[in-house]
């Protein structure tokens, strides 16, 4: 009984919502969200506007991250609750129980039995086992109301838009008005039934509603599909393009007058989790390995090893690795990552000076690659330079850069010329910045027998298949290495951060340093010259995993070589690159 308590308590926690914010000016805005996801163009107009929201967030419905970590609860609450029932382990199904049972399964229903065989292959199972116990040893009402509210709304994902729909926070007020407070089970199956065609006869009547405010809807709340409107640009726009017309003359073209408007920057990080939270990390780890430019498995597998598998796991032991990064790294309890990003902004715009706007923005997380570029055109940023943190191409991160910066510029009716800066591996100022950072680090360490050049790794069938980074990481190596002065017996080169069976590039990082320390060697430096700013990466994985793993082998101390970060000489360096790639437009 303390156990069903304890569960009971913690799904009912996990299904709880304010109520007071469910009226009928509510009620009718989700009706119109589900009318507008059965189509592609329906969803993006609801969906976003120039600061990536819309309607959704006009009405209250957050496109929150908390959706993962409370189906899972739900999954675990159907699971053990239908074991516990077939075993007899609870004395009596209270109607508690029932209400708690089917507000988890109706809410896993919403979001997996869709028209979706993944989602019935993964949750199908356990919900028809629930309905079964709940229709022999409970009510059969409740089994049925659930099936019809499963159904009713699975119709809905008639397209991906939809289907990933439901897969975020804005099904959440619907689903609570459909289940709460009913006292019996009349009560419960009419509230589930009732919502049910209510919402379905607001759609009909409201789908033409739907295309008249696609005409008539205000510019700045809702974008025009496929492209943003951009009013307030226009008058800025006539002033730069008259101003390269002659006044007096032929009329023709100044070609010695600059476009206008400051040259924008845009740099481009990975990303992190804003906090060490388990749903934070969840919807991180989400966003970064479904990316199929990182996992190049088929989506549909792959989403569903990833969601059954290794999230429910991985969010709390990343969420652990998390919360000691943020605490040891020095940056306030907050991410390194970002914190360093935020510096290096500041200090690239101060060396760039007035001529250029310098925003950045993360692959995965806050703020976003598109929230940069529209922060950027509204500062008039005609020409825009991309700066992606990867000094070596991989078809893993920077080309992961490339798509979505391109896919957030056609967006725009407008887009503004866009350079990208190539791979850098090997530029001779990106190497004298590492060579002086790492030179003044190590003079305060002395007697390092072996330098570790690790470098994050990629599975091998990747380079197979045309992937040039571990050329790359070797031309970087080896740079660093002539730079540094370093005979070819004192230095190496290494591969970490392994995830999954596949092979990966060779040799790894920890096997590297557990063999120098069996071999006798007492002190190493590890440098990380593919990561640009310290990360979990950097920080945990080198300076105490892999640490720890060379004292065990005979090893003394593994000194961890502080990545550029915010060092005025990257800083320096990266304003040098970006001018050599505006060359033309300054």
Known sequence: MQEFQHRTEECERAVSFDTARVDGATQLGAAVFWAAVTSGAGYRLLAHDEQGQGLLALLGLQDAAQLGSAVHEAVGF??????????????ALSLRFVRVAVKAAAWLALTAMSYCPVGRLVFGRPLRRLAITCAQQGSAAHAGAMARFARAFAAMATSKQGLLALLNAAILPMLQRALRGAGTDTGLLRGVLGTVVTSLRVILTVTSAVATYTQLRPAHLVPSNPWEAEPAHMEYLRKTALATVHE????????????GGPIGVLVCNLGTTPTPRATDVAQFLKEF???????????????????????????YTSGQLYERLFQNAGTGNTSPLVHHTSRFTQQVQQHLGSNYVVEYGMRYGEPSIGSALAALKRRECERVIVLPKYPQYSGTTTASIYDEVFACARRYRFVPAIRIVPPFYSHPAYIQAIVATASQFLAQHSNIERFVISFHGIPERYHLRGDPYPWHCEATARAIAAGMCWSKDQWMLSYQSVFGKDPWLLPATDATVEELGKQGVKRIAVLCPGFLTDCLETIDENGTENANVFKEN????????????SSPEWCEAAAAIIQHEARGWE
Do not use: Y
């Open 78 to 91: 159907l699971v053990w609750g239908t074991s516990a029932l077939q075993r007899n382990q609870v004395p």
């Open 289 to 315: 390995l479904m990316d199929p430019r990182v996992v190049e498995v088929a989506p549909w597998v792959w989403s569903m090893v990833l969601n059954g598998f290794i999230i429910p796991i991985r969010k």
């Open 248 to 259: 007096h003359g032929d009329d023709g073209i100044d070609e010695n007058t600059p476009a």
């Open 554 to 565: 005979g090893g003394e101390e593994l000194v961890l070589v502080p990545c550029l970060n």
